[in-house]
């Protein structure tokens, strides 16, 4: 059996300040950077043979806070694959940026830790309340709006994604990228957000639209799971 670690980040400073976010790229606060470094001593002890996160900062500070609790002792390093139409498919810094990034020798190779990053993992793009302030969001709108808007299963907020939307990126990645990587015997461990994570959380555990209403993914929190061919199955901590 594999296992798949699942942590959404820590308090980011739009947490904290009661903003929706979404795509916007704002760091941990404080608090977030704790919550990380104790969800990376509740993992330290299980082996990790790669590791996946978003796009956005807060996902990868707190990979990286995690990763820097555990007891394996490699070395996480960010991979950047070549594009399907290859590098001249890209700018010239794009490209750059990618066969710069090579590890050219094998000298530690085996202390390595690939660390891939998704924009399949993002969180949920709120679309046209992204930097609104919550409070002031349920007084226009109405606290049942906001809701509806928050938690419903295929109702996206003005310009943005639902729920459902985010699992049409998320459980793609997850069946083509993670399931395989996780058949081949690796652990793999997942830095991500509230929704990508309820996305697959939700489809892990074959939740019903109704069910996932309720799915709360608390930050900084670990949750493991076991894969084998026979299915999925909790693992407690």
């Known amino acids: 059996m594999s296992l798949l670690i699942l942590m959404r980040h820590g308090q980011s400073m739009w947490n904290a300040a009661q903003l929706f976010t979404g795509w916007v790229d704002v760091p941990l606060t404080n608090v977030g950077i704790q919550e990380a470094i104790a969800g990376g001593?509740?993992?330290?002890?299980?082996?990790?043979?790669?590791?996946?996160?978003?796009?956005?900062?807060?996902?990868?500070?707190?990979?990286?806070?995690?990763?820097?609790?555990?007891?394996?002792?490699?070395?996480?390093?960010?991979?950047?694959?070549?594009?399907e139409g290859g590098l001249s498919s890209v700018s010239e810094n794009e490209a750059r940026m990618i066969e710069w990034a090579q590890v050219r020798g094998d000298a530690g190779a085996a202390d390595l830790l690939p660390v891939h990053v998704s924009w399949q993992l993002n969180e949920r793009m709120y679309g046209d309340l992204q930097g609104l302030n919550k409070d002031a969001t349920r007084a226009k709108?109405?606290?049942?709006?906001?809701?509806?808007?928050?938690?419903?299963?295929?109702?996206?907020?003005?310009?943005?994604?639902?729920?459902?939307?985010?699992?049409?990126?998320?459980?793609?990645?997850?069946?083509?990228?993670?399931?395989?990587?996780?058949?081949?015997?690796?652990?793999?461990?997942?830095?991500?957000?509230?929704?990508?994570?309820?996305?697959?959380?939700?489809?892990i555990e074959g939740l019903s639209e109704e069910e996932v209403l309720s799915l709360e993914v608390p930050t900084g929190q670990p949750m493991v799971y076991h894969w084998s061919d026979t299915g999925w199955k909790r693992h407690d901590l």
């Open 41 to 83: 001593k509740q993992i330290a002890h299980l082996d990790i043979d790669e590791v996946h996160v978003s796009t956005l900062i807060r996902a990868q500070m707190t990979a990286m806070l995690a990763l820097a609790q555990h007891n394996g002792g490699k070395t996480p390093v960010f991979r950047y694959p070549e594009p």
């Open 141 to 203: 709108y109405g606290e049942e709006q906001v809701h509806i808007w928050r938690r419903s299963f295929d109702v996206p907020p003005p310009s943005g994604e639902s729920l459902k939307l985010t699992a049409e990126r998320t459980i793609p990645y997850l069946d083509s990228t993670l399931i395989p990587s996780l058949q081949s015997g690796n652990n793999i461990f997942v830095a991500a957000h509230g929704n990508s994570l309820r996305s697959i959380i939700m489809h």
